[in-house]
């Protein structure tokens, strides 16, 4: 398992999020994830960009969003 950071500027105006880190098995897998499935638009997996941090901790359970920036508005 891997953290990987994921951020876009597709949805740049408030009450979105600009970014959020994630754990997530590979890239492409990170890239699909949403830091809220109901709150916010977030761009479309082709359009987030995916930075490799590190591996995560033994346990860590893949799609699950660690700490995400939102825009408030």
Not at 37 to 55: F, I, N, Q, R, T
Request: a negative charge; hydrophobic letters at 40%; glycine letters at 6%.
């Amino acid at each position: 398992m891997k953290i990987y950071l994921l951020s876009q500027t597709v949805n740049n105006d408030w009450d979105t999020f600009d970014s959020c880190v994630v754990f997530a098995d590979d890239e492409e897998s990170a890239a699909a994830i949403s830091p809220s499935a109901h709150l916010c638009e977030w761009a479309p997996a082709e359009k987030v960009s995916v930075e490799y941090l590190g591996d995560a901790r033994e346990g860590a359970q893949a799609g699950t969003v660690v700490c995400a920036s939102f825009n408030a508005g």
